[in-house]
């Protein structure tokens, strides 16, 4: 059965998911790595170390498994639940989302690390497509090549490792957290494959970056007037 996705429409956010922050908007909120988590790993690291002792298939080693599995259990409700939340929280913002593809094949090695501290943001895309789709919010992955390397307001390529956590632009001196930054790289890019391009309006002159379209809604009333 195929029922159809929800249109581009509405306001329009992207989202970079990220090392410091779970998730930072191209609007520039942010929703943080819950702490709570991180501390149930922890304790799970405790857990299996202490299995891992006992004497294999002895009871004690038997109820050490099933404490395991127990807390692994509940890590993954509790991660859910949080995935879940924010998921809605992002439809209540906008109508139309856009977010890295990673999936894509040859990440970069930013992204590879990025699924290497949290490889559970595979899930919460799925699990946000799902919600979206259920709200009637657009969904949309885009390549996610770069996105952390290419200024959102000219469309310069600013080369930065890692570890710095700024995007200072040398072409427009245009400056804010890099997340932010990469955040509203995916919302253009995502403008772009779904604006049509002929809306020359819409586009900024010399580089042909999208800019300032955050509401789709007038965007489109604009072209059924043209
Ligand atoms: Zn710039």
Known sequence: MSIPD???????IGIDLGLEKFLTTSQGTTVERPKFLKSLQSRLKVLQRRAARKQKRSNNWEKAQIKVARLH??????????????????????QTIFA??????GLNRGMLRKEC???SFGAFLSLLEWV???????????????????CPECGATVAKPLSEREHICPECQYQTHRDHAAARVVLLRGLESVVPQDLGEWKLSGNGVLSGISDLDKCRSRNAIL
């Open 132 to 150: 979206c789709w259920k709200r009637g919010v657009y969904f949309e992955r885009v390549n996610p090549y770069g996105t952390s390397q290419t």
């Open 73 to 94: 259990h509940h890590i993954g409700n509790t991660r859910k639940n949080f995935h879940l939340c924010t998921a809605h929280n992002l439809c209540d913002q906008a």
């Open 6 to 12: 929800a249109p581009v429409h509405g306001r329009a």
């Open 100 to 105: 890295e593809d990673l999936n894509t094949v």
């Open 117 to 119: 501290v949290d490889a």
